[in-house]
């Protein structure tokens, strides 16, 4: 049954799913719509003021650099000689599509709870080196499927050692401490109350086991075909001859970048606060360096993965872009506001106050994430009022943080910005994948709610 309706989804996602692009502008002037229905006084100009407030700032044009260094510095990494031959015996694994989707979505799931840039490249160029195989070997395969589930990583996410919200409520923010009524610096909240919970980490492994079991469950000799021939990408980085000027330059670079990277560390409370985004983005490229040895051959193989950002350049402002209309709207506040008067609905029909708080939050950061598809930018326009209404129900602020989180991270397999990575490395499109990441996502819903009764 589920093989059937994960096929059946898949060809209707296929029929009517737009370029990733189109959903970008389409969703734009839905927020536009949306806006000027709730604004007691319409008014276009300050939506539109919003709109290029966020559009053109240099938070958006510096965080938008970030994310493609990101993509680009892993996906380098993942074409080094080393890292390809690992992935190369490991894409020999998976006989059927139902094993390979299966391994791919326990390989990009464990590698995004470490960090989701390594999580969301590791899963593409394992998805694309088992079609490869596949391919080869003239054994039919449904290389969507597989696709999809490189992309589930990005389902667990936030609740790892690089989700945004959780790290930024480690610094004791003063958007946390205004929200409770304070005017300096709220308290700090310890990763043992948010990623290394309980809950966290029993939602994190009941669906490292859910998700591949499913995508496996989904399989179908009935879709599986022999994937289309896709163009490799230049690997003739890895024919750049060594020389003992590169090698000594590289270890000299080494030095230097992996010092400077210890001291921002040591500086920090602890190892996961100082490693930072540009921590990240500087680690990935040190390693990069390390495994290709001279910079010569780094720098071929950078330029050939760097095509794989240009989603990302294109489409991030616009994702920025459309927060600032629902800022400028109130939008995000209704919303996040809204959560306390939907937990208190729910609780007077007898459902537990706790419950229906996640619940509603888990929804409502769904919602939203639809719209501005980045953790930090969410938490960033949602966090203070999540904080003021835990605070008026009197429940922890750290649930909060992790139900925002989680619906964040949940709605990605309906959102496909985050797939563009994916896409540019597997060859295929977002109307590919979204019917088996849709089936995921709400097959995932009940596991998140079940977690918020039990942990």
């Known amino acids: 049954m589920l093989a059937r309706l994960s096929a059946r989804l898949a060809d209707f996602a296929r029929r009517v799913v737009p ?16 806006g000027l229905g709730v604004m007691d006084s319409p008014d276009a100009a300050a939506l539109a003021r919003g709109w290029f407030a966020r559009f053109s700032s240099p938070s958006t044009l510096a965080f938008t650099t970030q994310m493609a260094l990101v993509l680009v510095a892993g996906a380098t990494l993942a074409r080094a000689p080393l890292v390809r031959g690992w992935l ?3 894409a020999d694994v998976p006989r059927t599509t139902g094993s390979a989707a299966a391994l791919t979505a326990v390989v990009a799931m464990l590698a995004a709870w470490i960090n989701w840039g390594f999580g969301l490249v590791a899963g593409a160029v394992l998805a694309r080196r088992i079609a490869d195989r596949a391919r080869a070997a003239g054994r039919p395969l449904d290389d969507a499927l597989v696709a999809a589930a490189g992309y589930t990583g990005l389902m667990v996410w936030h609740g790892g050692f690089s989700g945004s919200a959780p790290l930024k409520v480690t610094e004791g923010t003063p958007l946390v401490g205004a929200a409770l ?21 029993g939602l994190s492994l009941a669906l490292l086991v859910v998700v591949p079991l499913l995508l496996w469950r989904m399989a179908s000799t009935a879709s599986e075909r022999v994937p289309p021939a896709k163009p490799e990408a230049d690997e003739g980085e890895a024919r750049e001859p ?67 950002a240009g989603g990302i350049l294109l489409q991030f402002p616009f994702y920025f872009g459309i927060l600032g209309v629902l800022e400028a709207a109130g939008l995000v506040e209704l919303l996040a506001g809204s959560s306390a008067d939907l937990a208190r609905g729910l609780a007077s029909l007898g459902l537990p106050l706790q419950w229906s708080f996640d619940a509603a939050t888990f929804l409502s950061a769904g919602l939203v994430n639809l719209f501005v598809p980045s953790g930090g930018g969410q938490w960033a326009v949602q966090g203070t009022i999540l904080a003021q209404a835990a605070h008026e129900l009197g429940l922890p602020l750290s649930r909060a943080v992790l139900a925002l989180s989680y619906g964040d991270e949940w709605t990605n397999m309906l959102q496909p910005f985050w797939a563009l990575a994916l896409l540019g490395i597997t060859g295929l499109r977002a109307k590919d994948i979204l019917g088996y990441t849709l089936l ?11 977690a918020f009764a039990l942990l």
């Not at 370029?19 to 719509?33: E, G, S, W």
């Open 181 to 201: 009524g304070g005017t300096g610096q709220g308290p700090p909240i310890p990763l043992d109350e948010t990623i290394l919970s309980p809950l966290n980490l």
């Open 88 to 90: 190369l015996r490991l």
């Open 242 to 308: 060594v020389t003992k000027g590169g090698v000594a330059l590289t270890l000299g670079v080494l030095l230097l970048g992996g010092g400077a990277l210890a001291l921002e560390i040591s500086d920090a409370p602890s190892l996961w606060a100082g490693l930072s985004l540009n921590g990240v983005i500087l680690l990935v490229t040190l390693l990069g360096l390390l495994l290709f040895g001279t910079p010569a051959r780094y720098a071929r193989a950078f330029a050939a993965s760097a095509g794989e």
């Open 19 to 34: 370029d990733p692009f189109v959903i970008a502008l389409l969703l734009t002037f839905v927020a536009f719509a949306l």
């Open 440 to 450: 995921v996502m709400l097959v995932a819903a009940p596991v998140y709610l079940l």
